[in-house]
């Protein structure tokens, strides 16, 4: 894990032409989720730093509803804009300059074809309460509609809609993430 994974979870958060002070970087608690989280990236379980970090972050866990273990494997620049009940595998790998909205499941399937955890590309839009599951590879530039079900692969730049989810265009997310 590189420091600038840092810069780039906090540039998220701010709006073009804001102030870039202390308080803006770290004022929501996305923001201050994801330092927290990459915190006990850097610095693991024996390091008196990572054990401060770690004591934090679930604190964050339970007070906003992030159910997102520190293992996973998460791109920089990740935008929590709404807090609670996220829910992310631990196995699960995102990409870069993703963006999850409240009520969001990232899930495992244990048996069948599909067994295992999503791969979710760069620069995807996952809108409330959506829920992808099993050994799926969602593409770059993917957006992901608000209470879409989705289980299985999504190709670059789609737009997918509904439960069960149905690729209806292939305009992505373009427009839809912001300060990347």
């Known amino acids: 894990m590189k420091p600038h994974m840092l810069?780039?979870?906090?540039?998220?958060y701010i709006k073009k032409g804001e102030n870039k002070s202390l308080r803006k970087v770290l004022g929501g608690p996305g923001v201050r989720f994801m330092?927290?989280?990459?915190?006990?990236?850097i610095y693991g379980a024996l390091h008196p730093l990572g054990v401060i970090a770690r004591f934090f972050f679930r604190r964050m866990q339970v007070?906003?509803?992030f159910q997102i273990p520190h293992t996973c494997?998460?791109?920089?620049?990740?935008?929590?804009?709404?807090y609670g009940s996220i829910v992310i595998n631990q196995h699960a790998v995102l990409g870069e300059n993703c963006n999850v909205a409240q009520g969001v499941t990232v899930g495992h399937v244990s048996r069948g074809a599909k067994k295992g955890s999503?791969?979710?590309g760069n620069r995807v839009w996952i809108g409330a309460?959506?829920?992808v599951v099993g050994n799926v590879k969602i593409g770059n530039d993917v957006l992901i509609?608000?209470?879409?079900?989705?289980?299985?692969?999504?190709?670059?730049?789609?737009?997918?809609v509904g439960n069960p989810a149905k690729i209806v265009s292939m305009?992505?997310?373009?427009?839809?993430?912001?300060n990347v």
């Not at 810069?7 to 998220?12: A, E, F, L, Q």
């Not at 494997?73 to 709404?82: A, Y």
């Not at 509609?145 to 997918?160: C, E, K, M």
């Open 7 to 12: 810069k780039c979870d906090s540039h998220r």
């Open 145 to 160: 509609a608000p209470l879409s079900f989705v289980n299985f692969d999504v190709p670059d730049h789609a737009v997918v």
């Open 129 to 131: 309460n959506a829920v």
């Open 118 to 120: 999503p791969i979710i």
């Open 63 to 65: 007070k906003y509803g």
């Open 171 to 178: 305009k992505g997310s373009e427009g839809y993430i912001k």
């Open 35 to 41: 330092y927290l989280f990459r915190m006990c990236n």
């Open 73 to 82: 494997k998460i791109g920089s620049g990740l935008f929590l804009g709404h």
